[in-house]
């Protein structure tokens, strides 16, 4: 179990030491105005020629963003069973730890959305209702392969039919996958934002794994 907790810590370093290196990289190198309406975009030459190879797809974007619901319909669900289990248990440390961890990832990744909206690294390679749009980290990446993956985890925790919660966790997987790829070939956004969005998410899913480890190891010694 030690292990375990190491290695995860470990990891949830190295990739937020990643995503702060690779932030402060599109911050300062290469920055020119390729964006709309002249924009400044740093890593200008490695995006503007991913942009161009990708083109732009709104149809990819338009069903990203209706796949992105699908992220939010989870969190409804294991807040629902967090909600469920407060009632019945009427003491918030009697819910169990796994979920109350899974809330501390939610609000974390609304945080983390709340500050890029706010801090503006790039905007969009193109317009969105005519208007400039923050673009980094890629929200959609984040929510996508931040939530999923944790949704599939408790979902193959929690479902007692082992058939359907492996065919439901594949299913999130898929999902997850999809987004990404929609993100990635629609154009709306710079190849850096989709990066930055898979190095926080991955640093976000990994300290969950840590919080978990922690958890575990702290009920086994009490």
Request: with cysteine; glycine share 8%.
């Amino acid at each position: 179990m030690k292990d375990n907790l190491t290695k995860n810590f470990c990891i949830t370093g190295l990739l937020l030491v990643l995503f702060f290196v690779w932030t402060a990289l599109v911050c300062t190198v290469d920055q020119q105005p390729i964006g709309p309406e002249g924009s400044v975009v740093g890593l200008a030459a490695m995006n503007g020629w991913f942009h161009d190879l990708t083109g732009e797809h709104l149809g990819g974007y338009k069903v990203s963003n209706v796949l992105g619901l699908i992220p939010f319909a989870a969190v409804a669900c294991f807040a629902a069973v967090g909600g469920l289990q407060l009632l019945q248990r009427r003491s918030l440390f009697k819910v169990d730890s796994d979920i109350i961890a899974l809330g501390a990832l939610y609000l974390l990744v609304l945080g983390c959305y709340a500050v890029f909206e706010l801090v503006v690294i790039n905007y969009r390679p193109v317009l969105i209702d005519g208007e400039l749009e923050a673009s980094y980290p890629s929200s959609h990446t984040m929510l996508a392969l931040t939530v999923l993956p944790t949704a599939a985890s408790q979902v193959k925790k929690r479902l007692k039919n082992k058939t359907l919660a492996r065919v439901v966790s594949l299913v999130l997987i898929a999902v997850a996958l999809c987004i990404l790829s929609l993100r990635v070939g629609s154009g709306v956004h710079w190849l850096s934002d989709i990066i930055g969005g898979v190095l926080l998410s991955g640093a976000l899913v990994f300290a969950y794994e840590t919080l978990l480890s922690w958890l575990e190891q702290k009920q086994k010694t009490e």
